[in-house]
């Protein structure tokens, strides 16, 4: 199984840049890299998704590196609103067929 | 807005009961997803279905079962319920089969069914 290993917990203040990293060691090679972010009570929503090197959208952006056995997640100048768990999902796959494996999150708490 | 519906948003029982969790997809979404998350837990997942079939199946309970139906709204069935159910149940949906060994489907969530168990 792919799992993956996150910080439980960081701090932050506004205005400051954010990378949260995601180790996961047993990537598959058709594994992609998704990141979540979930609010309490509320669904987790995708931030972003990569597979090698570096992918950037309008909210973050996601380094991995050339081996992918981990994966970093950057928000640039965090705000108040940015207060949430984010997960770091990996696919796997086996000869049963591939599960989805969520981290246990890391809870980011941004403050003033 | 997600897209996804779960129904209902709230659900109080006692325990030996059995309920029933159901998720709308969204449309043309395939696939559906259940997840249990605790208080100030993880995402827990628990089975996917695509197309109507079982696709993979992960930390589920034996008193826990799950089918998706020819309009792919799924249900979740929790039976025999105990005080640890009592959790936050989401289902979420993609478009293809998050299993088949290619992309890893971004997945949408709904806004989930917080369970109580009394």
């Known amino acids: 199984l792919a799992k993956t290993t996150q910080p439980i917990s960081m701090d932050s203040y506004e205005g400051q840049e954010v990378n949260i990293t995601c180790s996961h060691n047993?990537?598959?090679?058709?594994?992609?890299i998704t990141w979540y972010q979930q609010f309490p009570s509320q669904g987790p929503r995708f931030i972003i998704q990569g597979y090698k090197t570096k992918v950037t959208n309008e909210v973050a952006s996601l380094f991995i590196p050339a081996d992918r056995k981990s994966s970093t997640l950057s928000l640039p100048r965090v705000s108040l609103s940015d207060t949430a768990v984010y997960y770091c999902?990996?696919?796997?796959?086996?000869?049963?067929?591939?599960?989805?494996?969520f981290g246990g999150g890391t809870r980011l708490m941004v403050k003033p | 807005d997600s897209g996804v519906t779960q129904t209902p948003k709230h659900l109080i029982t006692a325990t030996g009961q059995r309920v029933t969790l159901r998720c709308s997809p969204r449309s043309g979404d395939l696939s559906v997803y259940w997840y249990q998350q605790s208080l100030d837990q993880g995402l827990q997942f628990l089975i996917q279905?695509?197309?109507?079939?079982?696709?993979a199946k992960g930390n589920i309970l034996e008193r826990f079962s799950a089918q998706q139906f020819p309009d792919l709204h799924s249900e979740l069935n929790l039976s025999s319920l105990e005080l640890g159910d009592s959790a936050l149940y989401f289902c979420?949906?993609?478009?293809?089969?998050?299993?088949?060994?290619?992309?890893?489907?971004?997945?949408?969530f709904g806004p989930g069914t917080r369970l109580t168990v009394l």
């Open positions: 979420a949906s993609s478009v293809a089969d998050s299993f088949d060994g290619t992309i890893t489907d971004t997945q949408y």
């Open positions: 999902l990996v696919g796997d796959m086996d000869n049963a067929g591939n599960m989805l494996t």
């Open positions: 047993n990537i598959a090679t058709n594994d992609y």
């Open positions: 279905y695509y197309n109507g079939e079982e696709r």
